[in-house]
């Protein structure tokens, strides 16, 4: 479908003239003289973009701008002033507007800035449609993801979830082991209860028995009072064990009798306590080859074990990439800049590309740090991290042969990469002449990285940045 735009303008001249230019372009162009005839049409057509002057005879093409941005799906504004109105058009973008057009302006002008409006009210579109379907299928919560492992994961929830078994988790960290938790956790018959999580492999042994068990005053060196241990704060609630499988022998074995018997002792002291906690669990590690080589007691992995839900990583279920980056970029964006920003589309090309080694948990934290760094209303490519732009370079697309590019294996990682860059940017800049501009594009880059890089990598003085 041709995209739609409407010219606002009261002199016949100026219509005739964009709508020429823009024709050519491919655009269906619509007319109007006045805001009555424009209001008309914005509610027949549904214009992509709105090139709106702001003197329009006895009108103003600014009372209408606040109420023409403020509809559900409102099109892109650009609004078209006198030459020298810089203040006019400065207080139109604190009104709404994307952008102004200063009388009298070249055609390639025009073109571009109704082009790159178009690509914007698309992107727009993408987002809104994400968000509602993102609302649409947000029965999980804070889980967020259509493909098919995922509703795989939902469908194991929903049948565990109102049972009491215990259920392990397994996948990569990052995954979203904990979420999955909580999820679980709200669809019980615990639900009204406490979720309460312990981490097993941030303390050692004696600590994280207290941490579990609690402990009496004087137990042991530093226990100056009595503690109330996770098994008894989760009563009547869920205890999620994450990192199971780091547990020390000693300690499964007490966890074990826990589990099986309800019934647990604090450290220091000989009362018996009752627990009624429904157990979930998670590792990153096999346990089956840690049962296999003794570091795991047998008759508990089973015991956590009734039914096993697996987290797949990220580079697993790239088709839930965007929703997620958008999920968090609308989060972040909102708590810190108080705005809802959009990710670039070649931003997000790159997320899609990148394999996500920390998974689910390092795509938000790039997500975060780049809606913190971006001065614009999108996140670009500029503003991701120099690890996710360097696996791509270093993974994508290569030419079927390059000659000459070899690294010599006496070189530690860091500097075999070091290397391998230097002469593959060096080798895209001789195939493109030495034009940087051609050579970003051929490597997937903005051309102002592939300068910093240029620089960065000491070929400045073979090839010149300002081409």
Known sequence: MKPVVLIVDDEPAARFGMKRALEKEGYTILEADNLTGADQVVEDQ???????????????????????????????????????????????????????????????????????????????????????????????????????????????????????????????????????????????RNASGPFVSVNCAAMPGELIESELFGHEKGA?????????????????????LDEIGDMSLATQAKVLRAIEEKKFQRLGSNATLSTEAR?????????????????????????????????????????DIPALAHSFCERFSLAYKGTQLRISKEALKILLEYDWPGNARQLRNCIERAVVLTDNEEITVDTLPEEVLAMRKAGGPAPESVEGITVSK????????????????EYSLEQASGNVTRAAAALGMHRQSLQHKIKELGLSKRFVLDD
């Open 279 to 319: 157990i979930l669990s998670a590792t990153n590690k096999p346990l089956e080859n840690e049962v296999e080589a003794g570091s795991f007691r047998e008759d508990l992995f089973y015991r956590l074990c009734v039914v096993r839900i697996n987290l797949p990583p990220l580079r697993e279920r790239k088709s």
């Open 46 to 188: 549904i214009p992509n973009v709105v090139l709106l002057d702001v003197r329009l005879a006895s009108e103003s093409g600014l009372d209408y701008l606040p109420g023409l941005v403020s509809k559900d799906d409102p099109p892109v504004v650009i609004v078209v002033t006198a030459h020298g109105s810089e203040r006019t058009a400065v207080q139109a973008i604190k009104l709404g507007a994307y952008d102004y057009l200063a009388k009298p302006f070249e055609v390639d002008e025009l073109r571009i800035l109704v082009k790159n409006a178009i690509e914007t009210h698309s992107l727009r579109a993408e987002n809104a449609q994400l968000r509602r379907k993102l609302a649409a299928t947000g029965t999980f919560g804070q889980l967020i993801g259509s493909s098919p492992t995922m509703e795989r994961v939902y469908s194991l929830i929903e049948k565990v979830a109102p049972t009491e078994v215990n259920v392990l988790l397994t996948g990569e960290s990052g995954t979203g082991k904990e979420m999955v938790a909580r999820e679980i956790h709200s669809r019980s």
């Open 410 to 425: 006496s070189l530690d990682f860091r500097s075999a990469k070091k290397e391998f860059e230097r002469q593959y940017v």
């Open 220 to 240: 042991f060196t530093g226990a100056t009072g009595r503690r109330i241990g996770k098994f008894e704060a989760a009563n009547g609630g869920t205890l999620f």
